[in-house]
């Protein structure tokens, strides 16, 4: 786990959860991985660059589609809106444009969800994307945090915390800069709160990063 600290007016309680995942454990996909973040996990599967339906087709870049399955039953207006922040965030990060007239699948499985469930969809694509060797201007991360009533700024809460929260935000950020990329928010908060959350995230995004690389670095390893 890691601990941040800040100076300022809000009182910070910057805790990330541990962190694990699994590569190509799906035969079927292109490539695959689970991510879990303390009791939090989504799978994901990438499928493509394949053949595209021509009323999809892009002549000049891939398609690109995304799904979230929950845990149980169908799909409703929460698993969409994610699936937009997913697909926005990949489409700014893989070079579709190598790959025209074709279509780049990226299946997401809720396993099990105790928070941060936007930040853990985009950390298992994120995973996924690698497997599968697609292309991309970098890699990113998903972090989630959380505002107390208190004005205590959580990082990476469980899903009692969110719901205690008055605010709740996820940024997907760029390995390369840490540019915010696309953000998530709920509940109220200040422009300072707001600028508060986007540092406290973007500091923590650099263990993500090197959880990435050491994951990676393990299994090639290995292999």
């Known amino acids: 786990m890691m601990e941040v600290t800040q100076s300022g007016s809000a009182q910070h309680a910057a805790v990330l959860r541990e962190f694990g995942c699994e590569h190509s454990l799906l035969s079927r996909p292109d490539g695959s991985a689970s991510f879990v973040q303390g009791d939090t996990t989504v799978l994901a599967g990438v499928y493509g660059p394949a053949e595209v339906m021509v009323s999809k087709e892009s002549f000049d870049r891939a398609t690109l589609e995304v799904t979230l399955k929950p845990k ?8 969409r809106s994610k699936e937009q922040c997913v697909r926005q965030t990949c489409e700014a990060a893989l070079l579709t444009r190598l ?63 969110e719901k205690e929260s008055r605010a709740v ?8 800069d840490c540019r915010v990329m696309m953000s998530s928010t709920k509940g109220s908060y200040t422009a300072a709160e707001l600028q508060q959350c986007i540092a406290v995230c973007q500091r923590a995004s650099e263990s993500i990063f090197q ?13």
Request: proline share 4%; aromatic share 6%.
């Open 211 to 223: 959880f990435y690389r050491d994951s990676v670095s393990r299994r090639y390893c290995k292999a």
């Open 99 to 161: 790959h025209p007239r074709t279509s780049i699948t990226l299946s997401l499985q809720t396993v099990h969800d105790d928070g941060a469930l936007l930040a853990c969809c985009l950390n298992a694509a994120c995973m996924a994307l690698m497997d599968a060797g697609l292309p991309m201007h970098c890699l990113f991360c998903g972090v989630c945090c959380a505002i107390d009533q208190q004005g205590t700024i959580r990082l990476d809460p469980t899903a009692r915390e």
């Open 72 to 79: 149980v039953g169908m799909p409703g207006v929460a698993e």
């Open 169 to 176: 935000m996820t940024f997907a950020l760029d390995s390369t």
